[in-house]
């Protein structure tokens, strides 16, 4: 079926730093998803990209989807310990309804 | 604050037990899931209905019964679980396939 790789697994960054995570598509999709999930909370939802080479800003939360709409990446500029959690991608998968998450990156910030 | 209400926060429940999880929503969203989650794995989909019916069973074992009386509720069933079902099981809604997923907190399960 359908898989979203995401990397890296795990990001520990320093208070200030920037932090970027990737999500890779054998298939091309329709559009990505993305989640942020605190410890011990729910995925809430981030940002929808549908078009090809899309790029979307969110204060410091910068979205892009690729040319080829295969991959797509966040990236947070001058991380704050606000920022910790683990962020999910999620492409559509084969049937309509399936969402298929990717394995997450989990970012911890020093203060 | 979500606009997803799950009850309870938190089961335990014995391998022959019978228990229920509730979801609630009042978007007037169309689509319902359920998610499973183990730790440090992302959600894993286990049911989806749309307009009440059931569109996706993701080749979950019978002990999980899903159960969609209106399209603001929805529930599953338990019976007869096994200690590795113990995990976060996550409802959610959207308005259609397509749309973002609204999650809820969450029912955390063990099951002894």
């Known amino acids: 079926g359908q898989q979203v790789m995401q990397i890296p697994q795990y990001q520990h960054v320093q208070e200030g730093e920037d932090f970027t995570t990737y999500c890779n598509s054998s298939t091309t999709l329709s559009n990505i998803q993305w989640y942020k999930q605190r410890p011990g909370g729910h995925p809430v939802f981030l940002i929808q990209l549908v078009k090809s080479g899309e790029v979307k800003k969110q204060k410091r939360l910068t979205f892009q989807f690729g040319e080829a709409k295969k991959n797509s990446s966040l990236h947070i500029t001058a991380t704050q310990t606000t920022d910790v959690g683990t962020y999910f991608c999620a492409g559509p998968g084969a049937n309509a309804g399936k969402s298929t998450f990717g394995d997450g990156t989990t970012l911890t910030v020093k203060p | 604050d979500t606009e997803v209400t799950q009850t309870p926060k938190h089961l335990v429940m014995g391998m022959t037990n019978k228990k229920s999880l509730k979801c609630e929503q009042h978007m007037g969203h169309r689509a319902m899931y359920w998610y499973k989650q183990k730790a440090k794995k992302p959600p894993e989909l286990m049911f989806v209905?749309?307009?009440?019916?059931?569109?996706i069973n993701e080749s979950v074992p019978s002990r999980f019964s899903p159960e969609c009386p209106n399209s603001s509720l929805l529930n599953l069933h338990l019976h007869a679980l096994q200690p590795e079902d113990s995990a976060l099981y996550l409802c959610?809604?959207?308005?259609?396939?397509?749309?973002?997923?609204?999650f809820g907190e969450g029912s955390r399960l063990t099951v002894l």
């Open positions: 209905y749309s307009y009440e019916k059931l569109s």
């Open positions: 959610a809604s959207s308005q259609d396939y397509h749309g973002e997923l609204f």
